[in-house]
Structure formats: structure tokens, C-alpha cells
């Protein structure tokens, strides 16, 4: 059947636009997560009472943020998380049309905790398709993660908006996602981002902030 195309003299004075190079975030809040926070958050503070110097990659070590080495995913009291991630990474793939001979495993997975002050700098994560953050305790005013417009380009000049009206979302130069216990965000490793100091006036490990981080790329999906 052949494509009707629409009449471009009905377009004659229109102001048309179209949206390209869009930058997808997605976001889940995951069923049951109370009880999986609680598994999870014992089984970190016991990871890290066994390594308490952790590694250095963005976190801020002289505010005492701590990260767990890279093989969470390889540890089976975490299979309940990881098997959520992976079904949720699955949806987005299909949603972006990925070719189906192909399915998303863990380049690697973490473990942050983040006392009063603690916060991760502004950093990418190389080698990786898709990355994520997961968030186990999020005490009020815990630090919000931020992403920035990765088009340098656009930076070079910006524009005036109305004082008074709000801005398109398209037109934001940063985007922010409050820390909500049980949500996963999904977004391209390549796209900037950062986390706010933990501001939290708890005291203790209910003020801390625990999240898990990871990586995703494509492997050739296993016959069955």
C-alpha cells in the first residue's frame, strides 16, 4: 500500500517542528522495595565493615563516601535487585527497538554510601551502554543526582527566556531527580552527571545515603 503523503499546500505557512538527538532518562519505581532496602542496606553495611577503605572512582573519600568494589553483580544476596534491573533495562531496549539477538548483562554493579557532606563528582562512565543508580535510603535532603546538557555545543551562546513563564523541558540546561527509596533511573553512560552533597540532619546510618550504581552493554543473547 502506498504512503499518502500530506499535502505540502496545507503546510503552506505553518510553523512546523520536529524533535531529533533527544536524550532518553528513564525512570521505575520498583513493587516490595521496603523489603528489599532492608536485605539490601544490611547486606552493604556488612560489605563495607569488611572493606572500609572501598575503591576511589567519583565519590569524595574526605567526606567519608564510601564505594564497595565492582562485582555486586556476581553476589547472589543481590540477585533480587539485579534481576529487576535487568528485566527494566530488557523494556528499555525493546522500547528503543535494539536488535533482539542481543540482551543486556552488567559491565559491573556497586554499592555508594554517603554520610552527612558526602557527594560524587561530576563524571561519565566509560565503556558502558547504559548506566543506573538505585536508591536503598534516602533520608530528607540527602542530595539529589543532576544531569547536564551534553551538547557543548549549546552552551556557547543561551538564549533570554520569560522571566514568567516556564521553561520547556527541552530547553533546561540541567535536569534533577530527587533520591526516592525503591527508584531505579536508567540513562546513557555517556551523559554527564553528578550528585548533590547529603545534607541530611539525621545523625548516624539513618542519615546516611545508600545507592547502587551500575553499567549495562549489549551480549549476544544464548539460544535456547
Given at each position: ?24 532518562i528513564?525512570?521505575?519505581?520498583l513493587?516490595?522495595?521496603?523489603e ?7 547486606h ?17 573519600t574526605?567526606?567519608?563516601?564510601w ?21 527494566t ?9 535494539y ?5 543486556p ?20 562512565h566509560?565503556?558502558a ?15 539529589r ?32 531527580f ?9 540513562f ?22 545508600i ?14
Amino acid at each position: 500500500m502506498p504512503i499518502e503523503l500530506p499535502d505540502a499546500s496545507s503546510q503552506v505557512g505553518k510553523l512546523m517542528r520536529e524533535m531529533y538527538f533527544p536524550t532518553s532518562i528513564y525512570f521505575r519505581d520498583l513493587p516490595d522495595s521496603v523489603e528489599l532496602n532492608e536485605a539490601i542496606g544490611t547486606h552493604i553495611y556488612a560489605w563495607r565493615s569488611q572493606d572500609e577503605e572501598g575503591i576511589v572512582r567519583s565519590n569524595v573519600t574526605q567526606v567519608g563516601s564510601w564505594h564497595s568494589n565492582l562485582d555486586m553483580h556476581q553476589r547472589e544476596e543481590y540477585d533480587a535487585l539485579t534481576g529487576q534491573v535487568i528485566a527494566t533495562a530488557q523494556e528499555i531496549f525493546d522500547d528503543l527497538g535494539y536488535d533482539p539477538a542481543y540482551e543486556p548483562a552488567f559491565s559491573n554493579m556497586w554499592a555508594n554510601i554517603n554520610p552527612k557532606y558526602g557527594y560524587n563528582r561530576n563524571h561519565i562512565h566509560p565503556n558502558a551502554l547504559w548506566s543506573g543508580v538505585y536508591y536503598v535510603q534516602t533520608p530528607p535532603d540527602s542530595g539529589r543526582i543532576f544531569f547536564s546538557d551534553p551538547r557543548a555545543q549549546a552552551q556557547v551562546l543561551t538564549p533570554c527566556y520569560a522571566p514568567e513563564t516556564s521553561r520547556r523541558s527541552e530547553a533546561w540546561n540541567e535536569v534533577y531527580f530527587e533520591p526516592i527509596e525503591g527508584r531505579v533511573i536508567l540513562f546513557p553512560a555517556w551523559l554527564v552527571h553528578e550528585v548533590e552533597p547529603n545534607m541530611s540532619d539525621r545523625e548516624g546510618p539513618t542519615g546516611d545515603r545508600i545507592s547502587v550504581s551500575f553499567n549495562l552493554y549489549q551480549q549476544q543473547r544464548q539460544a535456547t
